[in-house]
Nanobody
Framework: QVQLVESGGGLVQAGGSLRLSCTVS????????MAWFRRAPGKEREFVAV????????YYADSMKGRFTISRDNAKNTVDLQMDSVKPEDTGVYYC????????????????WGQGTQVTVSS
């Protein structure tokens, strides 16, 4: 059973930085495209960023471009999200997700999800 465990969430001031990490157990993340999603209070879960299985392609939601960076280390089975210049509207629960690498990079058919880590940005 593939398990995804997020870490690194916490409280940060607006304009600051935070780095989230997701560790995958069982198997190799090289089998998967890996992504981050978030759910803001009172809102639907939304896509943040995705990294292709080989790490050569990335795709970001428009509001995160230039501020967030997704990276992965297939040898360590981890995927990170570097969050810079954070804003209060970045507050929410951040989830790590995985889908089979044969799927299109932009599709939303993720099959494995973590439990999430809370990020709170104070103004």
């Amino acid at each position: 059973q593939v398990q995804l465990v997020e870490s690194g969430g916490g409280l940060v001031q607006a304009g600051g930085s935070l780095r989230l990490s997701c560790t995958v157990s069982e198997g190799s993340i090289a089998s998967y495209h890996m992504a981050w999603f978030r759910r803001a209070p009172g809102k639907e879960r939304e896509f943040v960023a995705v990294s292709s299985w080989h790490g050569g392609n990335e795709y970001y939601a428009d509001s995160m471009k230039g501020r967030f960076t997704i990276s992965r280390d297939n040898a360590k089975n981890t995927v990170d999200l570097q969050m810079d210049s954070v804003k209060p509207e970045d507050t929410g629960v951040y989830y790590c997700a995985a889908k089979m690498r044969v799927r299109p990079l932009v599709s939303l058919d993720y099959i494995y999800w973590g439990q999430g880590t809370q990020v709170t940005v104070s103004s």
